[in-house]
C-alpha cells in the first residue's frame, strides 16, 4: 500500500513538474515561431497536456494494480498487446503496407497470447521469452512512437502509453520470478 502512495505521488509531482515546464516550452516556441509566422493555439497546449496527463495516469494504475495483483496484472497486460497487434496486423494489411510489418505483427499477435497461457501453467521457458519479448516489445515502440504518431495521426505522449504499459507488463512478470525457480 505504501508502495502504491509512492507511485501515486510520485505521478502527481510529474504532472505538476510537466505543466510548470510547458509553460516555459510553449512560451519559448511561441517566441520563436512568430518569426516563422505559426502560431501555437491554447488549444493545441492544453491537449498535449492532457495527453500527458493521459499515459502518466494509465501507467500509474496499472503500476499500482500490478503491486496488488502482478501476476494478473502483468499476463493481461501482454494478453491485450497481443490482441492489439492482431488488430493492428489487420489494419497493415488494409493499408497495403510493407509485407514485413503486418506478418511480424501476425506473429506477435499469436505468439503473446500462447506465451501468456503457457507462462500462466508456470512454463518457465514460456515465462522468459514473455518477458523478453514485452521488454523488446517497449523498447522498440519507445523509440518508434514519433513514426507511430505520424502515421497514425496521434500525440506523441498517446503513442507512448502502449510502450509504458508493456513496460509496467515486464516488470510485473519479472516480479513473478520466484514462481518460475526450477525446484531440485
Same mark, same amino acid.
Given at each position: ?27 519559448? #516556441? ?25 499515459? +502518466? ?13 502482478? #501476476?494478473?496484472? +502483468? ?19 488494409? #493499408? ?22 503457457? +507462462? ?65
Amino acid at each position: 500500500m505504501q508502495v502504491s502512495a509512492v507511485i501515486f505521488v510520485f505521478c502527481v509531482l510529474l504532472n505538476v513538474a510537466f505543466f510548470v515546464l510547458s509553460i516555459f516550452y510553449f512560451n519559448d #516556441k511561441r517566441a520563436s515561431s512568430a518569426l516563422m509566422q505559426a502560431t501555437i493555439s491554447d488549444q493545441q497546449v492544453l491537449d498535449t497536456r492532457i495527453a500527458f496527463a493521459v499515459f +502518466s495516469t494509465t501507467v500509474t494504475l496499472s503500476a499500482i494494480a500490478l503491486m496488488f495483483a502482478s #501476476k494478473w496484472v +502483468s499476463h493481461g497486460l501482454a494478453a491485450v498487446a497481443g490482441i492489439g497487434s492482431l488488430i493492428a496486423a489487420i489494419f497493415a494489411f488494409q #493499408k497495403g503496407m510493407p509485407s514485413v510489418l503486418p506478418v511480424a505483427l501476425l506473429v506477435l499477435g499469436a505468439l503473446f497470447p500462447l506465451l501468456v497461457w503457457r +507462462s500462466l501453467e508456470h512454463s518457465r521457458g514460456a515465462w522468459s521469452v514473455l518477458v523478453a519479448m514485452c521488454f523488446v516489445c517497449a523498447l522498440v515502440l519507445l523509440f518508434g512512437a514519433p513514426k507511430l504518431r505520424t502515421n497514425l495521426g496521434i500525440g506523441l505522449w498517446t503513442a507512448l502509453i502502449i510502450p509504458g504499459l508493456l513496460t509496467v507488463a515486464a516488470i510485473g512478470l519479472t516480479m513473478q520470478r520466484a514462481a518460475y525457480r526450477d525446484r531440485s
